[in-house]
């Protein structure tokens, strides 16, 4: 007899059949795929209107000790009918991304200052983007240049994110 193919439920999917939404409640399958990379938009820290995005996303690619997290600005779309440019801010490799989960796992502010995407260019170099925690009454992650707030994950989105990257690292699922 053959075995069965599970069929995954249709996600939303963005202009790579292997990118993921994390909002996206049938993504959530899908988290734990190393071979998927997931994503979520940012909001505004102060939207006009609620959930405002603000062009901003945060990507898990990959897992275990080659798991990577990193920020990118999405810009306009590509002449000829391409899909969407973004500029990578910085990244975290695997160690990073557990300083980040393991410290906002104990819901007290800090920051973790993102690397330069091509280390080839500027080895060890950072990118002068941070992501920030902020654990008080509405616990978020903000991501900054200098002092400029680029956008906000916060509330459920923020807890399946951290959640897909604790998978990913290989931490202990959280109940």
Not at 22 to 38: C, G, H, I, K, V
Not at 70 to 97: F, T, V
Not at 147 to 155: E, K, M, P, W, Y
Request: proline share 6%; glycine share 12%; net charge negative.
């Amino acid at each position: 007899m053959k075995p069965q193919r599970r069929v995954l439920p249709a996600a939303a999917v963005y202009s790579r059949p292997h990118l993921w939404d994390l909002a996206d409640s049938a993504s959530a399958e899908r988290s734990a795929n190393q071979n998927e990379t997931m994503f979520a938009l940012l909001e505004e820290r102060y939207p006009g209107d609620p959930g405002q995005i603000s062009g901003c996303a945060l990507y898990i690619t990959e897992g275990g000790r080659y798991a990577w997290l990193s920020a990118h600005i999405h810009c306009a779309e590509q002449r000829g009918g391409g899909g969407p440019l973004s500029h990578c801010l910085g990244y975290l490799d695997a160690e990073g991304a557990r300083v980040l989960v393991e410290q906002s796992s104990k819901g007290i502010p800090f920051a973790v200052a993102l690397r330069e995407m091509y280390p080839q260019v500027r080895p060890g170099a950072f990118s002068g983007a941070t992501l920030n925690y902020f654990g008080d009454d509405g616990p978020e992650i903000r991501l900054y240049v200098g002092s400029h707030c680029l956008g906000v994950l916060r509330g459920q989105l923020m807890a399946a994110f951290l959640e897909c990257a604790r998978v990913r690292l290989g931490f202990e699922v959280l109940g």
